[in-house]
Structure formats: C-alpha cells, structure tokens
C-alpha cells in the first residue's frame, strides 16, 4: 500500500513539471539596464552599478546586468592603473563569461555578450602588459562576433566590435599576415572594417541606438588614428553635440584627441569645464 502511494505521487509530480515554473536565464537589455549603460558609459559607475544590482534583485534571472558589470570593470582598471586592483579583479572575467553562457543560445547576445567581454579584457589586459593573454582574448572575440555575424547578420551591434576589429586587422603589415592568419584574424581591411562601424554610428534604428554612446568613443579614435583624419575627428565630436561637459568620458576623450592634434587650449578648455564630483570615476 505504501508503494502504492509513493507510486502515485511521483506520477502526479512527473505530470506536473511541465507546468512547474522553472527559471531561464535571458538577456533582457530593458529601459533600468539601458538607463544603467548611461550611466557607465558617463563615468557615473557607481550609479550604474547600484541601477544593475536592482535589476539582479528584481530579475535575477536576466543576463544583462552582470554583462555591463563589465564595462566598470574595464573603466575602472583602465583609469586606475592598479595592479592590485587588478588583480582582485581579473576573477571577474571567468565568473562573467560563464554566466554569459548560461544564457539562451538561439539569441544574438549569447555570443555578442561574451566577444565584449574578451575584448574588453584584451584592452585591459595590454594595459596592464599582459601582451600574449590579451592577444588570446582578442583571438576569442573575434572568433566569436565573425560567427554571431554569421548566424545574426541582421543584429547591427555585431558591427561595433567586428568593425573595429578588422580596421585593426587592415593596418597589420602584408608581411606578417601569416601570423595573424594563422591566429584566425583573417577577412580584415581598414576601409571594410571602418564602413561596419560607420554605419552603425549612422544607424537611427532601436539597435543603432542602443551602443550608439560607445560607437562614437571607437569611431572617432580609430578616424584619428587609423584614418589620420584629426580635424575631422574634432568636427564629428561637434557635430554629434558630444555632451563634453556631463559625459566624463566624452571629455576625456576630446581633451585627449585635443592635445595630440595640438589643439592644447581647446583641451584645457573641455577639461576645465567638466563637471566632476564623487559621482564620477576617478580619472586622474
């Protein structure tokens, strides 16, 4: 009788999963996730910060959060310069990349999610002189926004790190393109790759418009410094009405370009008029 009853309630359990609400993670880039990117992308981290730990709380199962955690963590090392900060930090690449792929993987952010990331520590990795492990995360993110290109060729943010990344691949030397063939760089030209990123600048599109802070910080480094293109760099940041005045790293950046375009007034003069407060990064 005893089995009998055991026998009966594992049919009843079996029957019900189907409807028993099991979560699945998802990449959800919602309005509090859009508004935190804005946030990051100012320099205003801990503000942003504190906007994706509410989504975690209140959507723990979305992706997206910890994915822009990220970009802190990128600003914060590349500004900073601490070794020991780097250190305690770099654990945050494997725990962000693991989570990335817990995400569904017939969605475009499931690969687009961890190219960013490996690209983003590629940059910090040369930063802080980790050159052949950085290599090897540029080799991984290209790999995989080439094949998130391929399987979602309508999913325009593709473009803001395959673009770059094969304007890059253009200026490699014809000498030494073996080397990057072999690497699995291959397919890149600097006319090709700036186009990609061009017109994801000019794309007025929800998915243009969702990186289009980040697409303008790539767009005009690499037109100044592929395209030796300066005066026209400075033209673009006025005619985009670059906010260079609330947006620490728009002000960065225009200082910056100023100055090795021997423009040292007109840098002083964006640095000078930057707000800045608790609220932004430490950039010194």
Known sequence: MLHRKRFYLLFV???????ISIGQKTFEFNTRC????????MMKTQAGDALLDEEIKANPDNLIPYFLKNYIDLFTLFFHENGAEYKSRIKDRDLHI????????????????????????????????????????FRRAYLLIRDNNEKFPDFSP????????????????????WMTGILGFTGGSVVQGM????????????????FKEESYFYYAYLKFY??????????????KNLDIVNN???????????LNNHQAAYGLQVIEHMKKGPEYLDMP
């Not at 473009?159 to 030494?176: E, W």
């Open 248 to 258: 620490a790293l728009y002000a960065f950046m225009a200082a910056n370009l100023a």
């Open 34 to 41: 859009q508004k935190a990117y804005h946030l990051i992308m």
């Open 195 to 210: 186009a990609l990123l061009h017109s994801y600048v000019e794309d007025s599109g929800a998915l243009g418009r969702l």
């Open 98 to 137: 693991s989570l990335m792929k817990q995400g569904p993987r017939n969605s475009p952010y499931y690969l687009f999610t961890q190219a960013m990331i490996y690209e983003q520590w590629g940059i910090i990795k040369f930063k802080y002189e980790e050159n052949l492990s950085a290599i090897w995360d």
């Open 13 to 19: 359990l079996f029957m019900a999963l189907p409807f």
């Open 158 to 177: 593709n473009k803001i790190i395959l673009g770059p990344m094969q304007a890059l691949i253009g200026t490699i030397p014809s000498n030494y393109r």
């Open 226 to 239: 592929i395209l030796h293109q300066p005066d026209a760099v400075m033209q673009f940041i006025k005619d």
